[in-house]
């Protein structure tokens, strides 16, 4: 063997090879049991040719001598780089000319590492020609295993550590900081990104992983640090964020090499700090110069969503949009399903765009795109906050209304609008399946205005329906269209949740679509029927007919005309809505023929995937309905949302969207069995997995375990909302 493949151009046939010399030497120390020292002098060396020396201020009678030396060099090393601060800093300059240390000729760069490596943390004199002048440097050659990162935290989801050599030489910075190897959750929503280097956290300076752990390890969960740092690829920019600290999603671990065993044990980072009893904060009402506008201010909010972990098919990690507060005294806020989009969030409520505090999830609709939020009233003082008044019904095509909202930068506005349609809602399959309302009409305006969301109003200030936005998906690109969502589908519930009940949900497990009457005909709606539900609904003159049934659900079979329910006809999503309770009488038009036939809507609580796995590096929970409904999936187990590059999930292609529905030919049909199948196992331990794609195919898996870098826990949603970590799962 003459030199190691180092690599390749994909762009044209040329190969990279590493010469052995100082690999044998490494193995050989190796197998003697002994250390292999590294030495550096912080900089970077170019072989260039006598022609170039020779412009660089190489002296003829220098040349000359050199050549006699070593014949068959063609040249020699010239300093190309020197680290900012570093050992040779101020000593070497750019274009010297290498020429010997402690007085031996340094023909090549083998020559000059292997002095360097003999000679790790002692003073060494170097010889070189700078502008045609000899020059006698001494410096200390510095130890290069101690500028190589040997040691990272997990915090956040973010993996940090110190700046390594590599990277500052790269591009040029002084070796200090903290580098950000990936932001995870914690650092992404303040702009944070991989390549910055933090250098101060809280106003105090971080040069090392270990100061940065240790004003961390200080903080209280929900704790607002200021950090101060910079980009690799822009480091004269200094940049200041606030990071919001997380210590209860997350788990937060120091991880140290350990060179006899070849890993990286973990150690847990002391609990934090219990935080502080929250102070009262007050802020005056936002001002706007239209009266309509400062009649709401005290009822809008901004909501901003983050996500820990994108389950349930979501398409992104962070959210915004606006609030109406539905009841002040309790904190209530109605929100669209755009901005919560899933259970797993962390939530906060801007007033008067200058306070801002934290928010909890109270009910999700699944697929009548709204959610309830709750946030603490005493945590906003004396700030202004009212209860909207709500219309007593919801708005009609041709109908004049107000819009009252809040732009992008916060600001209030109010613009006269006209409803031009309400139509059924029908949006795209989303790819892979995630929440998509359905079930549901939308109000259309002539000229809708721009902004991040309000609610629309009749001329007395009522809210006839919130501004919602509504997210879908065409191929591979996110859209998000913006409707207005009748009071009438919401009114009821928040109704029921001012005065304290429980929120009462019927999932009847179908998606529907309106069709002409007309059309209806064709499908088998006799004369008499037709009459009936002409005489209903006047204006629309439509039948339900149904689109996706969930599998297993009875009596619905996709193609179904729904006539009637409790022999009241029913044409409208609004009617389906009134008439949905824990049984239905249903007539359907099946086939052709009228049947009558019971259906027993599931009860929910309507607060979303309640429980996630972390497991092999892949995050399991159970099959969310949007799959169920979207795919007919009908089969048992469980279901993979999301995994990490590295794990065992992605070197077995355990990908996401992919269904689990047996491990080691147990079956397992919820996240319980799936649970059970696994503890207990070990890492080293393998498994086959017995999975399939959303459209049915089946992939048998193999997995091994590695519980080190990957191990196994659990989060759960707690009666309030709030989310538990449970680390004790792996054995």
Known sequence: MLALNAGSRTQAASSFFFPLERVVRALDRLRRGEAV????????????????????????????????????????????????????DGHLALGDILLSVDGHPILDFITLEAHLDDHVGREITLEVERGGRPQQIRVTTLDLHTITPASFIELGGATLHDLSYQIARQFQIPLRGVYIASAGAMFTPTGLDRGAVITAVGGQATPDLAALEARFAAAPHGAKLPIRYFDVESPRRDRVCVVTVERQIFSAVRRDRDDNSGIWPSRQLPPPPPAPAPAPLTAAAAEADDPRALALAASLVTVVVTLPHKIDGVQAASFRGVGLIVDAERGLVLVDRSVVPTALAELNLTFAGALEVPARIVFLHPFHNYAVIAFDPARVGDTPLRAAELAPRGAEPGDQAWMVGLRRDQRLFAQRVEIATSDALDLPIPKPPRYRPANLEKLALTQPPRALGGVLTDDDGRVLALWAGFSYQVAKEHKLAEYGLSVDFWAPLTRRLRRGEPPTLWDPGVELRPIPLAEARGHGVDPQWAKRLEQHDPRRRQVLLVERVISGVEPWRSGDLLLAIDGAPVTTFLDLERA????????????????????????????????????????????????????????????????????????????????????????????????????????????????????????????????????????????????????????
């Open 580 to 731: 949905l309770g824990p049984h239905l009488a249903l007539t359907l038009l099946r086939d052709g023929a009228v049947i009558e036939a019971t259906a027993a809507p599931r009860p929910l609580r309507g607060h979303g995937t309640d429980r996630v796995l972390h497991w092999a590096g892949a995050l399991i929970q159970e099959i969310p309905r949007s799959l169920r409904i979207q795919r007919g999936t009908g089969v048992a187990g469980v279901y993979t949302s999301l995994y990490w590059y590295g794990s065992p999930a992605s070197r077995s292609k355990l990908r996401a969207s992919r269904l689990i529905t047996a491990v080691d030919d147990q079956p397992v049909g919820d996240l319980d069995a799936f649970l059970a199948s696994v503890r207990g196992r070990r890492s080293g331990d393998a498994l086959r997995l017995m999975t399939y794609d959303v459209d049915g195919r089946a992939e048998l898996l193999t997995l091994r375990l590695d519980l080190e870098y990957f191990p196994t826990f659990e989060l759960r949603q707690g009666d309030r909302g709030q989310w538990i970590r449970d680390d004790t799962l792996d054995p």
């Open 37 to 88: 020292p590294r030495g550096t002098l912080c900089a970077t060396y170019e072989l260039r040719p006598y022609d170039e020396l020779r412009r660089l201020g190489l002296r003829p009678e220098r040349e000359a001598a050199l050549r006699a030396a070593a014949p068959t060099a063609t040249g020699r090393l010239v300093i190309e780089s020197i680290l900012p601060e570093g050992p040779t």
